[in-house]
T-cell receptor, first 114, second 114 residues
Framework: EAGVAQSPRYKIIEKRQSVAFWCNPI?????LYWYQQILGQGPKLLIQ????????DSQLPKDRFSAERLKGVDSTLKIQPAKLEDSAVYLC????????????FGPGTRLTVT | AQSVTQLDSQVPVFEEAPVELRCNYS??????LFWYVQYPNQGLQLLLK??????LVKSINGFEAEFNKSQTSFHLRKPSVHISDTAEYFC????????????FGSGTRLSIRP
């Protein structure tokens, strides 16, 4: 079974530039999550999709971050414009979506904003 | 609202010594509890979880955690650690009301000295 795929693995941009991350979840997983993990902290949920609908985006900075999950499979997370404090690892995870079920994580994208 | 507190940001131990990583949570409803592990340069993966039933849960590599409702704790223990256990460990909580959303603690870095 293929795991959660993410690309790119690393990205360096200057502040005020735009960046996009891509995630392909495990086949058949209805729920997809994007997390932000700042160095020294635990993952923080940015947005949760159930199929192609948003379940929770309460911690997504909507003035600069956006995410979509077209057709309920792949997802993209975009930052426009980036700030220095957006430097972090962006993790994508997927699950079957039931309470208590395991989330499977991708390798993450390490973003450095200079 | 749910929250997770990991009291120790770093725990250094000698190889073959016992270790305990502490985790306390707060939630107003019945909870599901998880320990995730992040080995160096790898993605997050589930170590063990408590959903219901026996309060003592075990992983395949010798770790165990005990759900203590009265103390709202889910501490992780191993009687004898190995160099390969070097990693960051994250405690996490979820519940039936959160549609599989997981809240992570800030993590504990376990470093093993030979």
């Amino acid at each position: 079974e293929a795991g959660v795929a993410q690309s790119p693995r690393y990205k360096i941009i200057e502040k005020r530039q735009s960046v996009a991350f891509w995630c392909n979840p495990i086949s058949g997983h209805a729920t997809l999550y994007w997390y932000q993990q700042i160095l020294g902290q635990g993952p923080k949920l940015l947005i949760q999709f159930q199929n192609n609908g948003v379940v929770d985006d309460s911690q997504l900075p909507k003035d600069r971050f956006s995410a979509e999950r077209l057709k309920g499979v792949d997802s993209t997370l975009k930052i426009q414009p980036a700030k220095l404090e957006d430097s972090a690892v962006y993790l994508c995870a997927s699950s079957q979506g039931l309470a208590g079920t395991e989330q499977y994580f991708g390798p993450g994208t390490r973003l450095t904003v200079t | 609202a749910q929250s997770v507190t990991q009291l120790d940001s770093q725990v250094p131990v000698f190889e073959e010594a016992p270790v305990e990583l502490r985790c306390n949570y707060s939630s107003s409803v019945s909870v599901y509890l998880f320990w995730y592990v992040q080995y160096p340069n790898q993605g997050l993966q589930l170590l063990l979880k408590y959903l219901s039933g026996s309060t003592l849960v075990k992983s395949i590599n010798g770790f165990e955690a005990e759900f203590n409702k009265s103390q709202t704790s889910f501490h992780l223990r191993k009687p004898s650690v190995h160099i390969s256990d070097t990693a960051e460990y994250f405690c996490a909580v979820s519940d039936d009301s959160s549609a599989s959303k997981i809240i992570f603690g800030s993590g504990t870095r376990l470093s093993i000295r030979p």
